[in-house]
């Protein structure tokens, strides 16, 4: 093992630990019940067909955050596959 895979290791482990310390040591009020103040949003009746509407006037964001995802998912396959100076292929 080298250099580098050592420390990688090193700050994986000290990630996993930070975030089990950090998971541990906070409440997270949005996993319990509610309290007896709450009160429910009310909506419209149009809440359905204002969101359809919103997102197809919007269509084109969607389109592009898509597209930023698709190619994000290329690099990394690509990352994945990729074969290293000096390997040949069995």
């Known amino acids: 093992m080298d ?3 050592a420390a990688g290791l090193t700050l994986t482990a000290i990630a996993i630990l930070a975030t089990l310390l950090f998971t541990i040591q906070n409440n997270f009020p949005a996993f319990t019940s509610p309290k007896m ?3 429910p949003v009310s909506t419209s009746e149009s809440t359905g067909s204002e969101a359809a509407l919103f ?3 919007y269509r084109s ?8 995802i698709l190619f994000g998912a290329t690099v990394g396959c690509l990352t994945i596959l990729r074969q290293e100076r000096g390997e040949r292929r069995r």
Do not use: T
């Not at 964001?61 to 930023?68: G, P, R, T, Y």
């Open 3 to 5: 250099k580098i895979e």
């Open 61 to 68: 964001l969607d389109l592009i955050a898509q597209v930023f």
């Open 55 to 57: 997102m197809w006037s």
């Open 37 to 39: 103040g709450w009160r």
